[in-house]
């Protein structure tokens, strides 16, 4: 799958688009016998400039709209991500001005184009040319500010990392030093793939699980669903909305031997949390570092979160019942969607 923004084009800035169709303009010539009256020449040669400024800096601003993706069509983990870089009314509100500017654009062409039907001598041709051309620079120059959001935009969407939302999608959860990202360079199929997000400062690992003829991606999210969501501004809150999208399945780690400086009850409380915001989404509870764990935090921990399959990432213990069970709740979520 492709990232839906990385086709786009570079936004040219108001001057650079108008210092093209300068040169355009200026390189457009017609040839013309020399029997043709002098007016009929200023005329044909003039409406030919006027429809190169015409199409050089509408025609551009028509593609550079039609460049960027449908929102609407793209997936929601995109457009979340989008509200949350940029925001998706911004720039919805910049591309329509920007539509507005190409279309007058256009009718003043053809305004111009008619009127210059209409001149009787060669000098108020080329007047009505220039004239034209200055209204075209004020308005791409007055459509500045709304170049340079798209040309934000661009920057900030296009390099975001590729997410296929059609490959099955295990997201962990749970506190710092749980063990997600152990198991996920555990069980990997492949060197885990390393990504980041503009969105949280720590790097986002995505590991490929290959069971028989089944592929799923396993993403540790630290930053994202590692703390309670009482704590969590609106960047953040919506960065967990975008992965939701993606997820078809959360594993929630517990560190069962409260190592990680994180009592069960904390734990308890922000798999709580996770439950509450992810309503839709297949939720499994693991036990990790159960071979650190006493018998009574082990018997505490399933008080606390029911029964949960136990594991030691780091001594590989417990992971094949770990891949089946993710694979057999994958497979009923995508058989009952």
Do not use: W
């Amino acid at each position: 799958m492709r990232q839906p923004f990385e086709s786009m084009p570079t936004v040219l800035t108001s001057e650079e688009l108008i210092d093209k169709a300068y040169r355009e303009n200026d390189r457009s010539e017609l040839e013309m016998s020399d029997y043709v009256p002098p007016i009929v020449k200023a005329k044909k040669r003039e409406a030919a400039r006027i429809k190169v400024i015409e199409d050089v800096t509408a025609g551009y601003l028509e593609g550079l709209v039609k460049s960027v993706p449908t929102i609407e069509n793209i997936h929601p983990f995109y457009s979340d991500l989008l509200e949350i870089l940029v925001g998706t009314a911004r720039t919805k509100a910049a591309l329509g001005r920007i539509s507005r500017t190409a279309r007058i654009i256009r009718e003043a062409g053809k305004a111009t184009a008619a009127k210059l039907k209409r001149t009787r001598n060669p000098a108020a041709a080329g007047l009505l040319r220039r004239s034209y051309f200055g209204r075209v620079a004020s308005l791409v120059r007055s459509a500045e500010a709304d170049l340079n959001a798209i040309a934000e935009m661009r920057e900030k969407m296009r390099d975001l990392p590729t997410a296929d939302p059609a490959v099955p999608t295990v997201v962990l959860a749970g506190y710092p030093g749980v063990g997600k990202s152990t198991l996920v360079r555990a069980l990997s199929s492949a060197k885990p793939e390393i990504r980041t997000y503009p969105f949280t400062t720590k790097e986002i690992i995505i590991g490929h699980i290959t069971r028989g003829y089944m592929t799923f991606q396993i993403v540790d999210t630290p930053g994202i669903l590692d703390k309670p969501i009482s704590k969590r501004g609106k960047v953040e809150l919506l960065s967990i909305s975008a992965f939701g999208r993606l997820s078809n399945v959360i594993a929630f780690i517990v560190d069962a031997s409260e190592r990680n400086d994180f009592s069960l009850e904390s734990q308890k409380a922000l798999y709580d949390d996770v439950a509450a915001s992810f309503k839709g989404v297949p939720l499994l509870v693991f036990f990790n570092k159960c071979d650190l764990a006493t018998p009574e935090q082990l018997k505490r921990a399933e008080e606390l979160f029911g029964p949960g399959d136990r594991l030691s990432a780091l001594k590989s213990e417990g992971l094949a019942d770990f891949v089946g069970k993710l694979e057999a709740a994958l497979k009923e979520a995508f058989s009952a969607s």
